[in-house]
């Protein structure tokens, strides 16, 4: 598997958190949103994802998984390697929560598992996308905002979701040391990103006990730490 993602991306470190707790091995390539204009609107990136975001997972198809071919076509005898090219943090976690079982990312019961769903998607639908940086920089660049008031725009978002969050997670007793209980789950996969981001920006999370405990207590373990942005090759 290879992992195109950007550092600081929320959405990669969603994934790059994913992929360590379930134990898979994955090449990591760069792909910087800043540099060269934005390497993501290459068309070489296109190609892969014409949305122009990352993350993107390539995998390949193995002997477990039902090959689609072309008629008359014999893909394992003529051995090619059918690749594809998966993007959406959230869909890319799905993917391998299902084809890897180990280490689950959701509850055993139906109800639990839409909880997570449901914090996970506050987080990814509702908090994320109005501070992502293509927003930003349109904020700053075709609106012509400050950079002041960029941040504000940013502080008063992500402060008002992750309030709501805290709430949330306050008032519901399957709140553990994680999200979820006492495992990681796809929830605590979205939250620590959002969190980084949150502090990077200043943000005010004084008020989110919850919050910056389970933070911690992610933090304190290794799968969450190696996803870190400072760990990552292409940090800068």
């Not at 890319?92 to 689950?104: A, D, F, G, N």
């Not at 449901?118 to 509702?126: D, G, N």
């Not at 002041?148 to 008002?160: F, I, L, P, R």
Request: include cysteine.
């Amino acid at each position: 598997m290879k992992l195109y993602g950007y550092f600081r991306s929320s959405a990669s470190y969603r994934v790059r958190i994913a992929l360590n707790l379930k134990g898979l091995e994955y090449d990591s390539v760069a792909v910087h949103l800043v540099k060269n204009g934005g390497e993501q609107l290459s068309e070489h990136f296109r190609a892969l994802n014409p949305e122009a975001l990352v993350p993107v997972l390539l995998d390949s198809e193995d002997a477990e998984t039902p090959i689609a071919h072309e008629p008359g076509q014999n893909n394992a005898a003529s051995g090619k390697v059918n690749e594809f090219a998966l993007s959406q943090s959230l869909a890319i976690i799905e993917y391998l929560e299902e084809k890897y079982p180990q280490s689950p990312l959701l509850p055993a019961k139906l109800a639990d598992r839409a909880h997570v769903r449901t914090l996970a998607l506050s987080i990814a639908c509702e908090i994320h996308p109005l501070s992502n940086l293509r927003v930003l920089k349109y904020l700053t660049g075709i609106v012509g905002i400050s950079e002041e008031q960029k941040n504000t725009w940013y502080q008063h978002w992500c402060v008002s979701g992750l309030a709501a969050l805290e709430n949330k997670l306050a008032n519901d007793t399957r709140t553990g040391k994680f999200c979820f209980g006492d495992t990681p789950t796809l929830a605590d996969c979205c939250l620590v990103p959002q969190i980084y981001n949150a502090q990077r920006f200043h943000c005010d999370l004084s008020a989110m006990p919850h919050l910056l405990r389970i933070n911690d207590n992610c933090l304190s373990m290794q799968a969450f730490l190696q996803a870190t942005p400072a760990n990552q090759h292409d940090a800068q």
